[in-house]
C-alpha cells in the first residue's frame, strides 16, 4: 500500500473513531415545566351562591415534577378542606394534570367580583417558564334588585290583615340585608305605607321605631327581597312584651367554686290578659364573666326552640343549668344578663333581668398612688372593703413617692379606702371601687382633697343598731312588718344607711324601706342620738315556702368605714292546701299571682288526696330544708 492510501485509511479510521464517539455519547436530562390554570364554571354568580373555581395544574415538561408547593388564594370564604383538594399532588410525570374544584361562599355580601389567585412551583428549581406557574381568575357576583311595599298597621280587630283605618303612621321603618348589604329607612305616611325601589336581593331584619314604642309583631321581623320581583309586606305593630311580661333571675347560691355548675330560677310573670307564648331568653356575652344563655341547660329557653308559655295573669319558674365560665374565675363573679320575650333574637322591647354571684378562690393585688394635686401623700393608712358587708379585706400604708400596694385580695370588686381626713377630689366620697382579676395588673390612682376624719375599720363602733319583726308569725298573704332602731354613740352628727341584700330574705330596695333603702338618702341621727324606722314589705315566695322570714342587714356612717350588723328571724304560717291536678315536672312550675301554694304541692309528684295532716306537715318541713340554703335575691 502506498503512503497516500496509509495515510487516508488512517484519516478514515480516526475519523470514524470520532464520528462513533459522539453517537455514543449519553444525552441531556429532560426539564419539569409546570403550567397552572384557573376558570370558573360560570361567568356570573347569584348573591350567596356557591363559587367554584377549578384548578389545574400540568407538567408540560420532559421530566418529572416533585416537590410541588402551592400558593391559593381567594377574595371569599373558602375552607381549608377545599384548597387541599388542589394541593394534594406530590408528584406530575411528563404530560400528566391534576385538576379539582374548589368551592367557596361569600363572605363580604358587598363584593361585587370573585377572585382567586393561584401559584405553583417546584421545591428548590427553577421553572423554565415561570410566566405560566401563576393565574388569576375572576367571575362576577351578582347584584339583583327587587322593591318592597308595605302598611304598618295595628290590627285593632285581631284578623290578622290590614282593615281600612288600621294603618300606623309615624313608624320608623329601618332594615338591613340584602347583597350588597344595604339599610332602607322610611317613616309610614298617614295611612302607615312605605315604598322602596331598587332594593338588593337578599335577606332583610327590620325593626321600627318612633310612634309611642311600638314594635314589630314576633315573627315578622325577617323578609326575603328576590330578583325582578316586588315585596309586599303587612307588618302588624304590637306594644313592646316587657308592658306584660315582667323576668327575674337569681343564683341558686351565693357564691360558686371554679367550674362548678350553676343553677339559675328563671321567673316569668305575665301581668296581661292574653297567654304569651313562644318566650325565650337572650343573654349578653360581650363580658368574659358572663353566662352566654346559649348551652344545652339553657334549652327551653333557646331563641331557635319553642319557647315557654306563660298563661295571662300566671307566673312560670323555669331552671336553667351552666358551668362557671373561666373568665368568672378570673374575675370574682359570674353574672347573667338577660332579655326576655316572644319574637326569637330580636329583643325589642324585651323585659330584662339580671343577677349576679361571687366565685370563690381566685386572688389578686393592686396596687397605686395617693396624691393631694400633685404632692404625693406619705404614710397614709388605706383598707381594702368587702363593697358591700364592709368587711376589712387589707391595709396598707403609702411609701415615701405616695405608692402603695396591697396583695392577696379576693377577685372581684374591692373598696379602697384612705383613713384619716381625706375624700375623693372628684366624687367627694370615700370609696374608691376597684375591680380585682387574678393575673391583671390592677391599679387605683387616688386623688383626695381634705374631708372628713375617716377612722379605722377596727375601732370600736360608734353605732347601734337591733332589728325586730312586730310579730312572731306571720299569716301567709300578710306583708312583714319590722322596727329598726339605730343609735348613734360618738359626740357627733352621723348619717346611717343600710345593705340588707347578703343572706337574707328581705332586701332593702324597695321604697318600703324609706329613708333606709339601698343607695338612698339615709337616717339622720344627733349625737348620742336614737331613732326607730318602721319598715312593711312583702314577704318573697322562697320564704314563705320555707315558713320563715329572715331579715339580715349591715348599718353604718355614710361617711366611714365601720357597719354593724343586726338581724332577726319570724315564722310565716303555711296557706291552706286544695286539691290540685297539676302534673309534676322538673323544669317549669307554674304559679298565679295570688301566691297559692297548691301548684308547689303539685311541684313534689305529691297529691294533696290521701295525705294525712301529719304527711302535709313533713312535706312542708322537707320543702323547707331543701329550699333553706338558697338564696333569694343579689343586686346585680
Not at 485509511?9 to 464520528?19: M, P, Q
Not at 332589728?467 to 308569725?473: E, M
Not at 340588707?500 to 341621727?525: E, H, M, Q, S, Y
Request: hydrophobic share 40%.
Amino acid at each position: 500500500m502506498s503512503a497516500r492510501s496509509m495515510a487516508s485509511a488512517a484519516l478514515a479510521l480516526l475519523l470514524a473513531g470520532t464520528f462513533a464517539g459522539a453517537a455514543s455519547a449519553e444525552p441531556a436530562k429532560g426539564q419539569a415545566d409546570l403550567r397552572l390554570t384557573i376558570s370558573y364554571g360560570q361567568g356570573e354568580y347569584p348573591p350567596g351562591a356557591d363559587l367554584a373555581a377549578t384548578v389545574t395544574v400540568e407538567n408540560v415538561g420532559t421530566a418529572a415534577a416533585e416537590g410541588l408547593k402551592f400558593d391559593l388564594r381567594a377574595n371569599y370564604e373558602v375552607s381549608p378542606e377545599e384548597y387541599e383538594k388542589a394541593k394534594d399532588v406530590k408528584r406530575l410525570e411528563p404530560g400528566q394534570r391534576h385538576t379539582a374544584v374548589v368551592v367557596g361562599r361569600q363572605r363580604n355580601t358587598n363584593e361585587v367580583t370573585a377572585t382567586f389567585f393561584g401559584r405553583v412551583d417546584v421545591d428548590g428549581a427553577v421553572d423554565p417558564t415561570p410566566a405560566d406557574n401563576e393565574f388569576t381568575a375572576k367571575a362576577a357576583i351578582g347584584n339583583s334588585l327587587g322593591a318592597v311595599n308595605g302598611t304598618v298597621y295595628v290590627d285593632a280587630d285581631r284578623d290578622g290583615k290590614v282593615d281600612a283605618g288600621e294603618g300606623k303612621a309615624g313608624i320608623e321603618f329601618t332594615s338591613t340585608g340584602g347583597s350588597p348589604v344595604v339599610s332602607l329607612k322610611a317613616v309610614t305616611d298617614g295611612d302607615g305605607r312605605f315604598s322602596f325601589r331598587n332594593v338588593p336581593a337578599g335577606t332583610h331584619r327590620l325593626r321600627f321605631g318612633g310612634a309611642g314604642g311600638f314594635v314589630v309583631k314576633p315573627g315578622s321581623s325577617v323578609f326575603t327581597v328576590e330578583s325582578g320581583k316586588e315585596t309586599l309586606l303587612e307588618l302588624g305593630a304590637v306594644r313592646p312584651v316587657s308592658e306584660a311580661l315582667t323576668a327575674k333571675l337569681d343564683f341558686e347560691k351565693d357564691g360558686y367554686g371554679k367550674s362548678d355548675q350553676v343553677g339559675l330560677a328563671v321567673t316569668l310573670t305575665n301581668r296581661g290578659t292574653e297567654a304569651l307564648t313562644g318566650v325565650v331568653a337572650v343573654c349578653r356575652s360581650e363580658a368574659d364573666h358572663l353566662l352566654p344563655g346559649t348551652g344545652p341547660g339553657w334549652a327551653p329557653l333557646a331563641p331557635g326552640g319553642p319557647g315557654v308559655r306563660v298563661g295571662a295573669g300566671e307566673t312560670e319558674v323555669v331552671r336553667v343549668t351552666d358551668v362557671v365560665p373561666d373568665g368568672a374565675y378570673d374575675s370574682g363573679a359570674v353574672a347573667a344578663r338577660c332579655a326576655f320575650g316572644d319574637n326569637g333574637e330580636f329583643t325589642d322591647g324585651y323585659a330584662e333581668a339580671s343577677d349576679r354571684a361571687d366565685v370563690v378562690g381566685a386572688t389578686g393585688d393592686v396596687k397605686g398612688d395617693i396624691r393631694h394635686g400633685d404632692q404625693p401623700l406619705v404614710g397614709v393608712g388605706l383598707v381594702a372593703l368587702h363593697p358591700r358587708t364592709r368587711a376589712l379585706l387589707g391595709r396598707t400604708t403609702s411609701g415615701a413617692d405616695g405608692a402603695w400596694s396591697i396583695k392577696g385580695l379576693p377577685a372581684g370588686d374591692v373598696n379602697v379606702v384612705a383613713l384619716g381626713p381625706w375624700k375623693d377630689a372628684g366624687s367627694g366620697g370615700i370609696d374608691h371601687v376597684v375591680p380585682i382579676r387574678r393575673g391583671a395588673d390592677n391599679v387605683l390612682a387616688l386623688s383626695v382633697v381634705p374631708g372628713p376624719v375617716v377612722a379605722d375599720p377596727e375601732a370600736d363602733p360608734e353605732l347601734g343598731a337591733t332589728i325586730a319583726f312586730t310579730a312572731d308569725t306571720f299569716a301567709p298573704d300578710a306583708d312583714a312588718t319590722l322596727k329598726i332602731t339605730l343609735t348613734n354613740r360618738s359626740d357627733a352628727p352621723m348619717t346611717v344607711v343600710a345593705r340588707c341584700v347578703d343572706g337574707g330574705d328581705l332586701r332593702n330596695d324597695t321604697d318600703a324601706w324609706g329613708a333606709l333603702k339601698l343607695d338612698g338618702p339615709g337616717v339622720d341621727l344627733a349625737a348620742d342620738g336614737t331613732k326607730t324606722v318602721d319598715v312593711t314589705t312583702a314577704i318573697p315566695q322562697a320564704a314563705r315556702d320555707r315558713g320563715e322570714v329572715v331579715v339580715r342587714c349591715s348599718f353604718g356612717a355614710k361617711v366611714g368605714t365601720a357597719f354593724v350588723t343586726a338581724e332577726a328571724t319570724a315564722k310565716v304560717a303555711v296557706a291552706p292546701t286544695t286539691t290540685t291536678t297539676t302534673p309534676p315536672t322538673t323544669t317549669t312550675t307554674s304559679t298565679q299571682n295570688d301566691g297559692d301554694e297548691n301548684e308547689n304541692l303539685a311541684y313534689t309528684g305529691a297529691s294533696v288526696i290521701g295525705i294525712s295532716l301529719l304527711g302535709v306537715l313533713v312535706l312542708a318541713l322537707g320543702l323547707g330544708a331543701v329550699l333553706l340554703g338558697r338564696r333569694r335575691r343579689k343586686s346585680d
